[in-house]
């Protein structure tokens, strides 16, 4: 299989056995530089939210500090889809190469940026080119890999994710603190730059051309649609309230496009998302099971920090670390689960015994209170990373699995985009219950002093915690406690529908799996060479 696919990758597009043997190091060649793409996609906020204090101390412009994050975000989740479809019609180096390049711009310029406006606007740059990395990623690895053995590779990819997460707050610091915050987008350009001359130089895939043109008006009412939707999901409840004009006026917005997108789709020449693809079941069931992993992820990395650095008494300094066994758990689960998935093509069995864990993990961490050690949290956290290990690759394989190579680009997307939008709401909804019931334990524990420290936030930083009276610090150790215990129940509660949707999944045979011959001798796997 490895020797058929290198033919392909450094063959222009065609198996060939001669090749055989002669590059042996073209696959790894050519991961290296999917991984190093989907590092800077996942690295990227990670660096740039422990740097975000430094950046408004030298550019001011304080009000707007969230739109550095949102603007990212919004360019990322509105073009995700886009450069899906991109890829499919015109071909997928082209569109890859295109994203690495406006990412790279992006982060240059933000580098460069002598304001908060300007730094926003740039970031919305690195947004759109981030919006391609990731998709581009998971469909190459779609296109050159068979899905039986797919799966090893996309096991791979996780454990970047992981170690993306784990080791951004700590990178950012340290870039931060030794060569200051411009660094922190500067880094992108040598890693990219690498990325970009081994994907020019190894991966030929051949170039494609369709005759229909871009679907503009449903790249239009897509891009509005989801952009009132992330609004909606990250001002509700901190810049408005939930039932404000403008929060409805958004959420009409985002219905009536999305509602017009889906209409438009049907009649579209080149659809940007074709609605065919959600008739196979385990597609749409995909897309469930990625939003609600999306959902729960997002929404745990959150909260757990948190809840360690204010109840337990960790230090701020290494954030990344304290998601080390959840996120650990994750990448050891992931890769156990691509290799079972590669050696058997069985993978059913991952969804279900992912959604089990995720849910029995999170009723778990709903149950810590002020007296729940690091050990005993570490192992609940365990338990929620395993689960998430057998949901976070394996969604994407059957997805693809699910589709027709010329829709590749347009699934890897789409499943992309609903995990975004999961952890979008993920953030918004547990962000609102905590808070308000942190709002409610600081006023019946604290009073009036309760209710006026937790009045603008009820996230508070390590120095504003350090500043409290040992009363209201108290407090705040049980409010937080009890806003944690009633996010992860929800958590548990959503966790349940991956295992209803799991359920329901149809284990179609991985395509590109072992055919014995004719003599019984061993099976030999046949690659899906008409990807290119």
């Avoid at 990623?137 to 890999?145: H, S």
């Avoid at 290494?318 to 996120?327: D, E, H, K, Q, Y």
């Avoid at 093509?345 to 992912?354: A, S, T």
């Avoid at 705040?476 to 929800?490: D, I, K, N, P, R």
């Amino acid at each position: 299989m490895a020797d058929t696919v290198e033919g392909v990758i450094a063959g222009g597009g065609q198996p060939q056995s001669e090749t055989e043997g002669k590059q042996p190091r073209s696959v790894r060649v050519v991961l290296l530089a999917l991984m190093i793409a989907m590092m800077l996609a996942m690295l990227d906020n990670m660096i740039v939210g422990t740097a975000m204090p430094t950046i408004v101390g030298e550019l001011g412009g304080l009000e707007h500090l969230s739109w550095v994050v949102t603007g990212y975000t919004l360019a990322t989740a509105a073009s995700t889809p886009v450069w899906g479809k991109i890829g499919d019609m015109f071909g997928r180096k082209g569109a890859f190469l295109s994203s690495i390049v406006i990412f790279l711009l992006g982060s240059a310029l933000s580098g460069m940026a002598q304001d908060m406006g300007q730094l926003i606007g740039f970031r919305a740059v690195q947004g759109l080119g981030a919006g391609g990395l990731m998709v581009g990623v998971m469909a190459i690895i779609g296109d050159l890999i068979p899905p039986r053995e797919r799966g090893k590779y996309q096991g791979m990819m996780a454990g970047v994710m992981a170690l993306a997460m784990i080791g951004g707050p700590l990178v950012g610091g340290t870039i931060t603190d030794n060569w200051g915050w411009r660094w922190a987008f500067y880094i992108n350009l040598p890693l990219g730059a690498v990325a970009l001359a081994l994907v020019t130089a190894v991966l030929h895939l051949p170039k494609k051309r369709s005759k229909a043109g871009i679907d503009y008006l449903g790249v239009l009412l897509l891009t509005v649609g989801i952009t009132s939707i992330v609004l909606v999901t990250t001002w509700g409840g901190t810049e408005y309230a939930w039932t404000s004009a403008r929060i409805m006026e958004l959420t009409g917005i985002g219905v009536a496009a999305l509602v017009g997108f889906v209409f438009w789709q049907t009649k579209a020449a080149e659809p940007v998302v074709p609605l065919h693809i959600f008739r196979s079941r385990n597609f749409t069931l995909m897309s469930v099971i990625g939003f609600i992993t999306g959902f729960v992820m997002f929404g745990a990395t959150l909260f757990l920090p948190l809840y360690q650095q204010a109840v337990q008494g960790a230090s701020a300094t290494n954030s990344g670390l304290l998601l080390l066994p959840m996120l650990g758990a994750m990448l050891v689960t992931s890769m156990v689960a691509g290799r079972v998935t590669t050696n058997s093509g069985r993978y059913k069995i991952f969804p279900i015994v992912g959604g089990v864990l995720m849910t029995v993990g999170l009723y778990l961490l709903s149950l810590m209170d002020t007296e729940t050690t690091r050990l005993t949290s570490g192992v609940y956290m365990a338990v929620v990373g395993a689960g998430m290990g057998c949901l976070m690759q394996i969604t994407m394989l059957v997805a693809q699995n699910s589709v027709q190579m010329k829709d590749m680009g347009v699934a890897s997307s789409s499943t992309t985009l609903f995990r975004t939008l999961g952890s979008s709401f993920g953030v918004a909804i547990m962000g609102a219950l905590f808070n308000h019931r942190v709002q409610d334990v600081m006023a019946e524990r604290a009073g009036a002093l309760g209710k006026n420290i937790t009045e603008k936030s009820a996230q508070l930083d390590a120095k504003s915690l350090e500043k409290l009276p040992a009363v209201a610090r108290e407090a705040y150790q049980h409010a937080v406690s009890s806003g944690t215990h009633s996010a992860f129940l929800l958590g548990a509660g959503i966790s349940v529908l991956v295992l209803i949707a799991a359920l329901f999944v149809k284990e179609v045979p991985l395509k590109g799996g072992p055919k014995a011959d004719t003599e019984g001798a061993d099976a030999a796997p046949v690659a899906m060479v008409e990807a290119v």
